[in-house]
């Protein structure tokens, strides 16, 4: 007897296997509720006031919930992963290209994100490092295996635990600095610009937020699944950016388990990094897991077992010499879903034939080429990188396939005109 993929890693999540609002709504904030946002947040708050962070962390979380409710509104439609729906703009062969970028890139952040959390812990504790990182790695492992089920129950278990001591310690932080006045009154010794700033706001998440039809494609309704999105990241995202930013103006340190060490707040500390980098990279070894489902065929909690034991092996390796690599690389994952999203909505006006009867094309070059110029508009046109990688690949996408059906619309006429006259 065949054994069901829980999962569906490789067709559309039918409906007597989707969510409700909450369900989808939690592990939506169990995605943004991201380490590396707070650290972004550290890095805006010493180069502006808070008046300015605020401005460009509510505009930043706009360009992203537009850009994510948009994904997630096409997850929920046709109950697919990111990985499913590349197929039809890039093909199918083709659509390994963008799950092989997205499964590398988050294994990487999953070492990186095990090691983040067995630094600081091994400082405080003396717990020898590679033990932390194979307990950790192990546990995470376990929880990615089960999949949405799991990532449920972490999320609701993480999400209210990290608000309530992130908050306390944003509380202190802010009392530290004489009240919200001071806070007020912060002036950056030295200021960044706000395109800098919009840049690292937008930046810091729109690599994970392509992978949001991994989560979505489980709603009951493309309501709930583009509402809880949204929500997600004007919750989410901005609490994690505001305890970073408020913590590192009172403390000058980034890093909100740092900062909380210092405000010997030990034990929270340690259970809000332990459970913000549970969530993070359960949601990365989830991911990853369906990127290489996509080319290997294989189930993808089979996969999501390798991938973590490769994460936690490399571990210390990645954390002291790939994460430049890794943010360099998620440069190249913007394009991908902007190309989705443009085939979808432009060239298709909103509506997929249905997973199980399409042919597919193996690759579509124009896609490729589309994602390449979307990486070159990031890299070199002024502006805001991750914005111009969005619309200068939507716009390749659509135009250069526009003209390519031109162009065979005209050959198809000159060949029957061809063949009238000869006849």
């Not at 409700?20 to 904030?29: H, I, N, R």
């Not at 962390?57 to 046709?78: D, E, F, R, S």
């Amino acid at each position: 007897m065949k054994q069901i993929d829980s999962e569906f890693s490789l067709e559309a999540v039918p409906q007597s296997h989707r969510n409700g609002f909450w369900k989808t709504l939690v592990v939506m904030l169990g995605l943004t509720f991201f380490s590396a946002s707070m650290w972004s947040g550290g890095e805006l708050g010493q180069g502006l006031t808070f008046i300015q962070f605020m401005g460009i962390v509510l505009v930043g979380n706009l360009v992203l919930g537009l850009y994510t409710g948009a994904l997630a509104y096409m997850a929920a439609k046709t109950g697919l992963s990111t990985h499913l729906l590349a197929r039809y703009a890039f093909g199918e062969k083709g659509s390994y290209l963008s799950s092989f970028l997205l499964a590398f890139t988050q294994i990487g952040w999953f070492g990186v994100g095990t090691a983040m959390f067995a630094v600081p812990v091994q400082k405080v504790t003396g717990i020898d490092i590679y033990v932390l990182i194979a307990v950790a790695g192990m546990l995470m492992t376990f929880t990615a295996f089960f999949g949405m089920k799991a990532l449920a129950v972490i999320s609701f278990i993480a999400v209210p635990l990290i608000s309530i001591l992130g908050s306390t310690s944003a509380w202190k932080a802010t009392e530290s600095l004489g009240g919200i006045q001071g806070l007020l009154d912060y002036q950056p010794a030295e200021a960044i610009s706000l395109a800098a700033a919009l840049t690292i706001c937008i930046g810091s998440f729109i690599s994970a937020g392509t992978l949001t039809p991994d989560f979505t494609r489980f709603a009951r309704r493309k309501r709930s699944a583009v509402i809880s999105t949204v929500i997600a990241f004007f919750i989410g995202n901005t609490l994690m950016f505001l305890f970073g930013a408020i913590g590192s103006i009172a403390t000058g340190l980034a890093d909100i388990s740092e900062v909380m060490f210092m405000q010997n707040l030990i034990i929270p500390a340690i259970i809000v990094l332990g459970l913000n980098i549970w969530t993070t990279n359960d949601n990365a070894l989830y991911a990853s897991g369906l990127g290489l489902s996509n080319i290997t065929k294989l189930p993808k909690h089979k996969i999501v077992v390798i991938n973590g034991v490769i994460g936690t092996v490399a571990a210390m390796w990645l954390y002291n010499n790939f994460v430049g690599f890794l943010t360099l690389l998620g440069s190249a994952l913007p394009p991908i879903g902007a190309i989705i999203l443009a085939d979808f909505f432009i060239l298709n006006r909103g509506n997929y034939q249905a997973f199980k009867t399409m042919k597919f094309k193996s690759f579509n070059w124009v896609a490729i080429l589309a994602w390449a110029s979307g990486i070159a508009a990031a890299t070199f046109l002024p502006g805001i990188p991750p914005i111009n990688a969005l619309i200068g690949s939507a716009v390749i996408h659509v135009a250069v396939t526009k003209l390519v059906a031109q162009f065979s619309e005209k050959e198809v006429m000159i060949t029957n005109k061809e063949k009238v006259s000869n006849t």
